[in-house]
């Protein structure tokens, strides 16, 4: 089902989010000090081209420069990210069918809002779940 979920987002948001995300990723990688926004950039581009079963966690060895780059990345960048995501996430749900959509929008908001020291793993990866412990 997942990867059914995943072709049509591909066709309706997917490949352009992606291509948005690798643009500005390309543009950060231009100047040196904007390198870690633009894998960043890219990280969430990949993301954005599947993001059903994959998931966002914290990173545990992220530290006081993620969390200056991401008060850095809110001001400039993440808070427009977030609202367009919103926006096209109620806009997806206001139809039966894009409601798994929408909430793809919505599974992009907290790393579009602050992608330093967060990681991309797959849902069935013991990592997904970051209170269980082997």
């Known amino acids: 089902m997942k990867t059914l979920l ?6 309706f ?3 352009w989010m992606a291509i948005g995300y690798a643009v500005a990723g390309v543009i950060c990688c231009i100047l040196v000090v904007t390198i870690p926004f633009g894998i960043a950039c ?3 581009a990949v993301y954005a081209l599947w993001p059903f ?5 914290q990173r545990g060895d992220a530290g006081a420069a993620s969390g200056i780059g991401n008060v850095i990345w809110l001001i400039f960048a993440g808070i427009w990210l977030t609202i367009g995501h919103f926006l096209a996430g109620v806009a997806f749900c206001v139809t039966i069918i894009g409601i798994p959509f929408g909430l793809a929008h919505f599974k992009l908001m907290p790393v579009s809002l ?7 793993v797959p849902t ?3 990592t997904a779940y970051p209170g269980y412990r082997w």
């Open 42 to 44: 890219f990280r969430i």
């Open 124 to 126: 069935d990866a013991p």
């Open 53 to 57: 079963g994959n998931r966002v966690v």
């Open 13 to 15: 948001s997917g490949v």
């Open 114 to 120: 602050m992608p330093l020291g967060r990681e991309i």
């Open 6 to 11: 995943n072709v049509i987002w591909l066709i």
